[in-house]
Structure formats: C-alpha cells, structure tokens
C-alpha cells in the first residue's frame, strides 16, 4: 500500500481544464504492464 501513497504524491503540472485521467492511473497502468510483460 505505500506504493500507493507514493505514487499520489508525486505532483501533477498538467494544466488542471486539460486533465482527462488522473496521473496516478496513468502511472499505475504503465507500471501493471511492465510487471506483466505487455507488448506493444
């Protein structure tokens, strides 16, 4: 769970009207596929 924490500090410095997914999600995602080995 400190992973988490982590991740939500870090900051943002995209333009909040121009913010469609939260930066932790991005994150998450990217780091989930290079722990499964997605291609592509």
Do not use: N
């Amino acid at each position: 769970m400190q992973l988490f924490k982590y991740f939500e500090s870090i900051d943002d410095p995209r333009q909040l009207g121009k913010v469609i997914h939260k930066l932790f999600d991005i994150i998450f995602l990217a780091v989930s596929a290079v722990v499964y080995g997605c291609r592509g």
